[in-house]
């Protein structure tokens, strides 16, 4: 019997990369599960329910919450986001590594209903770095931008509550070690 993988949770502030990293990590490894989350919002032009998200109303939303199906959720910009529990178990239990790339918030309730997942925060190289970022994306108001700054912060000092940390300064770098971490290499 080959061991379970554990569930692996990506999380850090927003503007870190985190997209981007698990864009690159899946390219190279197709075989790692990236879980997708249900969500109460609308589908963008190009996505496709099952995809990028679960799209579902705010009525089936309140069943998946109701009836337990959820390893965590979150409100969040008048919408409501959650990961599904059973095709997460089903691929642990068939040995696939599975990634779970969520915020803070949901990496808390994974840590509640999953202790044995592991918790990995991905930082900015410096504080500077992740204010250019944030900012550099140019469609954001001002005011915008300070709310996700003042968030950033707040996301920044929950570090100590994840098990590693990787700093992203290359995006290849810090797919292999996530990787490494995830026992795929």
Do not use: C
């Amino acid at each position: 019997m080959m061991d379970r993988p554990r569930l692996t949770v990506l999380s850090g502030p927003s503007g870190v990369g985190k997209s981007t990293v698990v864009a690159h990590m899946r390219k190279v490894h197709p075989e790692v599960w990236l879980s997708v989350s249900a969500t109460t919002r609308k589908p963008r032009p190009g996505e496709k329910h099952g995809v990028q998200y679960y799209f579902v109303d705010d009525d089936e939303f309140d069943k998946l919450v109701a009836n337990g199906e959820l390893l965590e959720w979150a409100d969040f910009a008048g919408h409501r986001y959650g990961t599904p529990r059973q095709p997460v178990l089903e691929k642990l239990d068939a040995g696939v590594p599975v990634l779970l790339e969520i915020d803070l918030q949901g990496a808390r309730l994974v840590r509640k209903a999953m202790p044995e997942a592991q918790l990995v925060f991905l930082a900015p190289p410096s504080w500077e770095e992740l204010v250019r970022r944030l900012t550099g994306r140019g469609t954001e108001s001002p005011e915008v931008i300070e709310r996700r700054l003042a968030a950033a912060r707040v996301e920044l000092a929950a570090e100590s509550e994840f098990d590693v940390t990787l700093v992203n300064t290359s995006v290849e770098d810090v797919a292999r070690e996530l990787l490494a971490l995830m026992g795929v290499v």
